[in-house]
């Protein structure tokens, strides 16, 4: 093989290798920042994780909200119309958080099922849901039922 050649095949080749492991280092890195959708059905059946942080979305189920009286956390109900999850949070929550608006909550799961939010997050207008809750609600029966 001409030299010339060989010297471009060894320089193409390390390219390949250096970014090849830049690829797999940032994979590597980010893969525990991951954190994947589930819609409360999937929860109520198990399918979610209880080791890592995840996002559930859905509707405030109506009357389902409980205050505490001597700290900030709040209990709600979230549902696709298929199934419900029951999420526990303390601290203040967005003004546009009501009974039956759209929701979305970061957390993860405590061994009882219940979903522990860190971050919970409301719809910002009249039209706006985020696509997450409205694929999971569109792919829900009851959701049409409710319509």
């Known amino acids: 093989m ?3 050649r060989k010297q471009r095949l060894i320089i193409a080749l390390c390219i390949v290798a250096f970014s090849s492991t830049a690829i797999g280092l940032v994979s590597y890195a980010l893969r525990g920042n991951i954190n994947l959708f589930y819609p ?3 929860v109520a059946a198990g ?3 209880t080791d890592r942080a ?3 979305g859905g509707m405030v189920v109506e009357g389902s909200i409980k ?3 001597t700290d900030l ?3 709600f109900l979230v549902t696709d119309y298929d199934g419900v999850v029951e999420v526990s949070y303390t601290g203040i929550l967005p003004d546009l958080f009501a009974e039956g608006e759209g929701v979305v909550a970061s957390g993860s799961l405590d061994s ?3 979903f522990m939010a860190t ?5 910002h207008d009249e039209n706006y849901m985020p696509p997450e809750v409205a694929d999971a609600l569109k792919k829900s029966q009851g959701y049409q039922n409710s319509k």
Do not use: F, Q, Y
């Open 47 to 49: 399918k979610a994780p």
């Open 67 to 69: 205050r505490s009286e």
């Open 40 to 42: 409360p059905a999937d």
């Open 73 to 75: 956390t709040t209990m």
């Open 2 to 4: 001409h030299p010339k």
């Open 54 to 56: 995840i996002r559930v």
């Open 112 to 114: 009882n099922g219940r």
């Open 119 to 123: 971050e919970v997050l409301a719809k």
